[in-house]
């Protein structure tokens, strides 16, 4: 099991993981901040201020604050649909790199090989009469 372990960790999984997560969680703060600092204001001036944190009901001595529930919901929705646009993003910047990649794998197109072959041969003729 021990060896297992240690090939599991030595083949990079382990910090491949350890990666990801950093940088996810870099990325969450980031996001965090576009939503707080920047899309709710401009959502909160479109909509008069409202502010669903501040909405609850008293039941009993428990307070029961469903407007922020109400608000994480409203901040997952926003936060899911950045994080969508983002990696779209990123998908269509990979898909260009595959494209520009796989042209230059392929190599000149044959009809344009033979037209270069052609040209060059008038050339040539040209030179010698």
Do not use: C
């Amino acid at each position: 099991m021990w060896k297992d372990f240690k090939n599991f960790a030595i083949q990079g999984n382990v910090i491949d993981l350890a990666i990801g997560v950093i940088i996810g969680g870099a990325f969450g703060k980031i996001v965090t901040s576009l939503v707080n600092d920047i899309i709710l204001p401009v959502f909160g001036l479109l909509l008069g201020g409202l502010d669903f944190s501040a909405l609850s009901f008293t039941f009993g001595d428990a307070v029961i604050k469903y407007g922020m529930f109400i608000q994480t919901i409203v901040n997952f929705f926003i936060i899911s649909f950045s994080i969508f646009i983002f990696i779209r993003y990123l998908s269509k910047l990979k898909k260009k790199k595959d494209i520009l990649e796989e042209e230059e794998e392929a190599g000149p197109d044959p009809q344009e090989e033979l037209l270069r072959e052609i040209r060059d041969l008038l050339k040539e003729r040209t030179k010698h009469s």
